[in-house]
């Protein structure tokens, strides 16, 4: 998971190929504010073969929240995807206690 903040001056997302690119575009979904863009045709200023980083665009239209992020290389060629929380966001767990207490009986 990536965190960042309304703070954060750069994006470092994890990379699991070793796909190059010309320019990098990230977009965020989100069920409820739909499909953001944060980055569009960045360029990767990492020199680590293990993570692409990319200077942020603007994050005032962003609510905290966690995302689906979705990073593309050229010709939208999806590289990778994963989630984000972008904020001061914790998540709420919900707790089920109800469930069927049937037992159930294999014969071998």
């Known amino acids: 998971m990536i965190y960042i903040s309304e703070l954060s001056g750069h994006i470092d997302i994890p990379r699991h190929g070793n796909t190059s690119s010309t320019g990098f575009t990230v977009e ?10 944060i980055v569009e045709d960045g360029e990767n200023v990492s020199a680590s073969p293990l993570f692409y980083r990319l200077a942020l665009g603007d994050l005032s239209s962003l609510e905290t929240g966690e995302y689906k992020y979705t990073l593309y ?36």
């Open 28 to 37: 965020l979904s989100s069920n409820l504010t739909g499909d953001i863009t």
């Open 73 to 108: 290389g050229d010709y939208a060629q999806v590289l990778e995807t994963g989630l984000l929380t972008f904020g001061d966001y914790h998540r709420t767990p919900v707790v089920n206690n109800t469930f069927n207490k049937q037992k159930i009986q294999y014969n071998g």
